[in-house]
């Protein structure tokens, strides 16, 4: 199946913990992004990747680090995990087109819950 | 700053016609698009919007304004599985240097 996989689908930890989160394509897209979905659904740009190179990193706290090995991963590590850090975080993928026509492929999420 | 606004929720009957609307105001113009979210599940690309008019996609179609900074999607012959949260996006760069930013969203709620 051509997708954006990320796994786990769930995770739950203490404050405190370190925790990572990856994410695959198949799709062949050259930008990947991470979302954070907050419990009021609202969906918010954390970092988007081209081709392996790091494009935006919207203010996220430095203990959210992005890794990207090839143009389809992209992996998000968390240290020092807060109760604030919970949420469903997205991965996306989407084509290089001029104008921005290209629509994003989400992942299925992975709800974080820190505790 | 950068926003987009949508009503929180919408409430209609099956086979009804219903329409949301987006405003947005950001620094950059790339194109409306909106996205279904079912509850629990990931955000699905539905349509998009580059220039003013309207766009078709079966049941759903999709109209852009830029002079009123406005859009709207309309869902026709609505089912009950249309019940899910909808999201207007603007992308504020082109190629890889935009982001999608997303308003809060509309639930809507498809009651028989």
């Known amino acids: 199946d051509t997708a954006v996989s990320q796994t786990p689908k769930y995770l739950v930890t203490q404050m405190g913990n370190d925790k990572s989160i990856k994410c695959e394509q198949n799709?062949?897209?050259?930008?990947m992004y991470w979302y954070k979905q907050d419990s009021k659904k609202f969906l918010k740009i954390m970092f988007s990747?081209?081709?392996?190179?790091?494009?935006i990193n919207e203010t996220v706290p430095n203990r959210f680090s992005p890794k990207s090995p090839d143009k389809a991963h992209l992996n998000l590590h968390i240290n020092s995990l807060e109760l604030g850090d919970s949420a469903v975080y997205f991965c996306a993928s989407s084509p290089t087109t001029p104008g921005g026509r290209g629509g994003y492929t989400f992942g299925s999420g992975t709800r974080l819950t820190v505790v | 700053g950068q926003s987009l606004e949508q009503p929180s929720e919408v409430t209609a009957v099956e086979g009804a016609i219903v329409q949301i609307n987006c405003t947005y105001q950001t620094s950059g113009f790339y194109g409306l698009s909106w996205y279904q979210q079912h509850d629990g599940g990931a955000p699905t690309f539905l349509s998009y919007?580059?220039?003013?008019g309207l766009e078709e996609t079966g049941r759903f179609s999709s109209f852009l304004s830029r002079s009123d900074s406005y859009g709207y999607l309309l869902l026709q012959e609505l089912q009950m599985k249309d019940s899910a949260s909808y999201f207007c996006?603007?992308?504020?760069?082109?190629?890889?240097?935009?982001?999608?930013?997303f308003g809060q969203g509309t639930e809507l709620s498809v009651k028989p």
């Open positions: 996006a603007v992308r504020d760069g082109d190629n890889q240097g935009g982001k999608l930013i």
């Open positions: 799709l062949g897209h050259d930008t």
């Open positions: 919007n580059g220039l003013d």
């Open positions: 990747y081209n081709n392996k190179e790091l494009i």
